[in-house]
């Protein structure tokens, strides 16, 4: 009833910048929290970084003062602006909706993307 379309991974070399956004399409009433997670082989899915509908952010220690996450919720529509990759960055990324209203009243807690992957390359 809800999908998430990410775009704007890819491939880039340490030192540079990607944009990554994710639109949730379907009949929204509104959503709670939109954030980015990322896994890297061998590893758990962690938080980069999520905001409110509010505009409150959160990010992991490992990308603050780099990333930058921002939303459009007239557009139900989230990004991810990623400046001085590391290699380290490397990963699938995950767009989350948490907390879902669709305009039917139903409640879903949580949906997710189907994942991006960010290469950066030392």
């Known amino acids: 009833q809800v999908q998430l379309v990410e775009s704007g991974g890819g491939l880039m070399q340490a030192g540079g910048s990607l944009r990554l956004s994710c639109a949730a399409s379907g009949r929204i009433f509104s959503i709670n929290a939109m954030g980015w997670y990322r896994q890297a082989p061998g590893k758990q899915r962690e938080l980069v970084a999520d905001i409110t509908s509010g505009g409150s952010t959160n990010y992991a220690d490992s990308v603050k003062g780099r990333f930058t996450i921002s939303r459009d919720n007239a557009k139900n529509t989230v990004y991810l602006q990623m400046n001085s990759l590391k290699p380290e960055d490397t990963a699938v990324y995950y767009c989350?909706?948490?907390?879902?209203?669709?305009?039917?009243?139903?409640?879903?807690?949580?949906?997710w993307g189907q994942g991006t992957q960010v290469t950066v390359s030392s």
């Open positions: 989350n909706a948490d907390g879902t209203t669709l305009i039917s009243g139903s409640y879903y807690p949580d949906y």
